[in-house]
């Protein structure tokens, strides 16, 4: 048993150091990439930003788009754990809370999207798993916007949650771009809260019930 305990531990070790280097090199990636891009961060950047071998990326990434794509997939994770409604009895002001803080969320993990855009936005012949991944993260957060849409308008044709899903990502799009270009010229989660409100009473008005009672 002895032996077995000792056996067990130097494995745990390993196992721990390399999920500490795992982090450091995407800590490093993510900071790169924020700087300079896709097509401007390289193995060799990360290396000497995180003060690790390139051996040892390519012991955890199989190649650059390899890492990007875990960059995306990290700085989404991060982000999603914050698409949870808060509490009250004003749907309408919950909604607007809720985008609010994705939006500061979003601040805080960036990366995902500031990246996701740029590659969605190019046709290569051999799609890059980093794009993949992003339309990826892309859908998943579909998901989570039809969901919250008919928990607010169960009434509401599939027909119309798909819509109002595509104008919510459509305008959460918008108001990331309008962040990156002007900075600290846009208030992001007031935006967001305000883009919040005006899908939750188009929601209302597309609801067969809740549009008759207003005619």
């Known amino acids: 048993m002895m032996n077995e305990s000792r056996t067990k531990q130097p494995t745990r070790r390993r196992r721990a150091d ?3 280097s795992r982090q450091r090199i995407l800590d490093a990636a993510t900071e790169i990439a924020a700087e300079r891009g896709y097509e401007g961060t390289s193995i060799g950047a990360v290396s000497a ?3 690790l071998p390139a051996s040892s990326i390519y012991w955890h990434f199989k190649d650059k788009d390899d890492l990007i794509a875990a960059v995306i997939e990290r700085s989404f994770e ?3 754990p914050n698409w949870e409604m808060p509490p ?3 749907d309408r002001a919950r909604f607007a809370t809720l985008a609010a803080n994705v939006a500061k969320a979003m601040l805080d993990s960036p990366d995902f999207i500031r990246l996701g855009l740029m590659l969605a936005l190019e046709r290569r012949p051999v799609e890059p798993r980093a794009r993949a991944m ?3 993260t892309r859908v998943r957060a579909s998901h989570e916007i039809a969901s919250t849409i008919r928990d607010f308008a169960p009434e509401l044709e599939e027909a119309g949650v798909r819509a109002l ?3 919510a ?3 959460a799009d918008g108001l ?3 962040y990156q270009l002007d900075g600290d010229a846009v208030d992001l989660p007031a935006l967001f809260s305000l883009h919040a409100q005006m899908l939750y009473d188009a929601a209302m008005r597309l609801s067969p019930e809740i549009g008759r009672a207003h005619v």
Do not use: S
């Open 176 to 178: 990331f771009i309008a």
């Open 49 to 51: 930003k995180c003060g």
């Open 169 to 171: 990502l459509a305008g």
């Open 18 to 20: 390399g999920e500490i």
């Open 88 to 90: 009250g009895d004003d």
């Open 134 to 136: 992003y339309l990826d």
């Open 165 to 167: 899903t595509t104008y």
């Open 78 to 80: 991060r982000w999603l």
